[in-house]
Nanobody
Framework: QVQLVESGGGLVQAGGSLRLSCTASGSFFSHYVMGWYRQAPGKQRELVAEIRSGGSRNYADSVKGRFTISRDNAKNTVYLQMNSLKPEDIAVYYC???????????WGQGTQVTVSS
C-alpha cells in the first residue's frame, strides 16, 4: 500500500510560480511511475505530467514549457514546479503512483491551486 501526501498548493497571481510536493510512504518508491493530475471545476480529471523510474517525462500540451516534474528517490518525493501560471491552471492537483498499470493505482488527497488574474 502506498500513501501519498501533497503540499504546496495555494493562491498565486497570474504569471507567478508554485511548487507542489508529494511524499510517498511505503517501499520501492523508485519503481513507481509518479504523476500529477488535475481537476478543474466542471471538467474531467486530466493528466498533467508523469515521470518514470528512469527519469523520462511526459507532459500535457497545455503545460509544456511551463511545468516541470521531478523526483527525489532518496526522499520518496515527487515535485511539480509550475511557472507562468494562468487562470486556466486553476484546479485541484492530485499526486499519483502506478507500477505497470496504465491508470494510477494510488492517489493523494489533492491540493488546491488558485490563480488570480
Amino acid at each position: 500500500q502506498v500513501q501519498l501526501v501533497e503540499s504546496g498548493g495555494g493562491l498565486v497571481q497570474a504569471g507567478g510560480s508554485l511548487r507542489l510536493s508529494c511524499t510517498a510512504s511505503g517501499s520501492f518508491f523508485s519503481h513507481y511511475v509518479m504523476g500529477w493530475y488535475r481537476q478543474a471545476p466542471g471538467k474531467q480529471r486530466e493528466l498533467v505530467a508523469e515521470i518514470r523510474s528512469g527519469g523520462s517525462r511526459n507532459y500535457a500540451d497545455s503545460v509544456k514549457g511551463r511545468f516541470t516534474i521531478s523526483r527525489d528517490n532518496a526522499k520518496n518525493t515527487v515535485y511539480l514546479q509550475m511557472n507562468s501560471l494562468k487562470p486556466e491552471d486553476i484546479a485541484v492537483y492530485y499526486c499519483t503512483a502506478r507500477l505497470t498499470s496504465t491508470e494510477p493505482s494510488y492517489w493523494g488527497q489533492g491540493t488546491q491551486v488558485t490563480v488570480s488574474s
